[in-house]
């Protein structure tokens, strides 16, 4: 009598099939994860955006003044798909506090003319507004002691620029103190004047390179700009 039991042949997957599934496996998922990755960068990247132009930084190089006065100016606009608030105007890696940004956001003023004009010097004066200074044309700028354009308000820390002239039709731009970041909805512009703090640049400084940074959240960038002399 047989003593041994029969064991039953049964079928199994090779180790090079099961290798091969396993090396699909992981190349589905890795592409799955890079693919899902990519559109997620793809999707905040064009959420987000920031742009700003026409940026200036006039510095006063009359000698014997102390301090220097330097003022600045640039073009903002929300490129993105979503609200951001421009929270961080730098110059020479010095923030400019909220408190010396002076801007215009309404859209009947911002005009694309107003939005892509040179922009003007217009003073480097103590006060709290930018005060007229030899050079400026005629009417160019305002301080608030004068009659206000139609939807600005009268205020100590209001200045009216026209860009292109008093007799211009173009309608001159009404620029308030700010107290905090700045709000713009996707596609919304905003045109911004700022003093820059005393002990940044001197008359030295006139005609060097410098560098402007506009930043909302953690969108924007530095740019490049030559300070201008004025006197």
């Keep these: 009598m047989n003593?041994?039991?029969r064991t039953k042949n049964r079928k199994a997957i090779s180790a090079v099939l099961t290798t091969l599934i396993i090396l699909v496996a992981s190349v589905v998922l890795g592409t799955g994860v890079v693919l899902y990755g990519t559109s997620l960068?793809?999707?905040?990247?064009?959420?987000?955006?920031?742009?700003?132009?026409?940026a200036h930084v006039w510095v006063n190089a009359t000698s014997g003044i102390s301090p220097t006065y330097v003022w600045?100016?640039?073009?903002?606009?929300?490129?993105?798909?979503?609200?951001l608030s421009v929270d961080q105007i730098s110059v020479r890696g010095s923030q400019i506090p909220f408190a010396n940004w002076y801007?215009?956001?309404?859209?009947?003023?911002?005009?694309?003319?107003?939005?892509?004009?040179?922009?003007?010097?217009?003073?480097?004066?103590?006060t709290a507004y930018i005060a007229?200074?030899?050079?400026?044309?005629?009417?160019?700028?305002?301080?608030?002691?004068?009659a206000a354009p139609n939807g600005c308000?009268?205020?100590?820390?209001?200045?009216?620029?026209n860009e292109f002239g008093l007799l211009s039709t173009n309608p001159a731009m009404c620029f308030t103190q700010a107290s905090g970041p700045i709000s713009l909805k996707p596609g919304d512009r905003v045109v911004v004047y700022f003093q820059v703090p005393t002990g940044i640049f001197t008359t030295v400084d006139a005609g060097s390179q410098s560098s402007v940074?506009?930043?909302?959240?953690?969108?924007g960038a530095p740019q490049s700009i030559t300070v201008e002399s004025k006197s």
Excluded at 108 to 119: E, I
Excluded at 132 to 143: L, R
């Design 213 to 219: 940074a506009i930043y909302a959240g953690s969108v």
């Design 72 to 83: 600045g100016a640039a073009e903002v606009r929300n490129s993105g798909e979503k609200i």
């Design 153 to 161: 308000a009268i205020s100590s820390t209001q200045f009216y620029i």
């Design 132 to 146: 007229a200074h030899p050079g400026v044309t005629s009417g160019m700028m305002q301080s608030y002691a004068a």
């Design 41 to 54: 960068f793809q999707t905040g990247a064009q959420s987000s955006g920031v742009t700003a132009q026409g």
């Design 3 to 5: 003593m041994f039991l």
């Design 103 to 126: 801007y215009d956001s309404n859209p009947t003023r911002v005009t694309t003319a107003n939005f892509q004009s040179q922009l003007n010097f217009t003073g480097t004066a103590t």
